[in-house]
């Protein structure tokens, strides 16, 4: 992976980064990720326009733009051909969900994340990757709670958009979720919920999944420190 071209600032190969590993960001989004205001951010992506390296802003139904890296760009970072990929208007409502999660989390660096695109790559299943983004460095308090005592932590980041509430659907999920976890080498797994289900919900669906991982589920809100969960991990019933 390299995409810290020569002829980038270090504010652009960081958005470039984040931008190949999240797909596509809305350039608000991208301004959170990059720790500036909205103007650097519309600077940002219009330098790496000027690169070739991201296309014109797009709009995906109602709110910012989006900047979306070009397949130059993404062929660079993984420094190998990919198909041309186009965000829809449904696949946004996940993708700037997972992005703010990540912003929440403090994984914004270089190697804090790999994002669900790098992750696909090696695995031979076909459809959506059951997770968004695997963690190894974050700045978060909460997140560094449900890995108190692990000396290498490794999160499993879902974040969870359904707009209603479907059981046997969160069943299923959650355990794809979690085997891949532990195939990928992670301690927990974090179910940030974003929409209609809640960590009550989540909690309740996992009893019967078995796993030595923990499991952790939680708003954003929660995640960022703004209303407090009395609990923050539950493990999951362990696996045979």
């Not at 983004?133 to 709670?145: I, K, Q, Y």
């Not at 290498?152 to 085997?179: E, G």
């Not at 609990?231 to 019933?237: H, I």
Request: charged fraction near 20%; include cysteine; glycine fraction near 8%.
């Amino acid at each position: 992976m390299n995409a810290r071209n020569a002829h980038l600032s270090p504010r652009q190969a960081r958005a470039l980064a984040g931008l190949v590993q999240q797909r596509a960001m809305p350039v608000d989004v991208l301004a959170d990720f990059l720790g500036c205001g909205l103007s650097h951010a519309y600077e940002t992506a219009a330098a790496l326009r000027g690169h070739g390296m991201a296309r014109e802003l797009t709009a995906l139904g109602s709110g910012p733009k989006w900047v979306i890296p070009t397949r130059q760009a993404v062929t660079r970072y993984f420094g190998r051909s990919l198909p041309e990929w186009t965000p829809s208007p449904l696949w946004s409502v996940r993708g700037r969900a997972a992005a703010q999660a990540r912003v929440i989390l403090g994984a914004t660096g270089f190697d804090d994340w790999t994002g669900e695109r790098e992750l696909s790559l090696e695995r031979t299943e076909r459809g959506t990757y059951p997770y968004d983004g695997l963690m190894v460095h974050t700045s978060n308090p909460f997140a560094l709670r449900t890995a108190r005592g692990v000396a290498s932590p490794v999160w499993a980041v879902r974040t969870d958009v359904a707009r209603t509430s479907n059981p046997r659907q969160l069943v299923a999920s959650l355990r794809t979720a979690v085997a891949q976890a532990e195939n990928d080498g992670c301690t927990v797994v974090l179910w940030v919920c974003t929409g209609a289900h809640r960590p009550e919900t989540v909690y309740a669906a996992a009893k019967t999944i078995h796993s030595d991982l923990a499991l952790t589920a939680a708003t954003p809100d929660e995640i960022a420190g703004r209303y407090k969960r009395i609990r923050a991990v539950q493990s999951l019933p362990k696996g045979a």
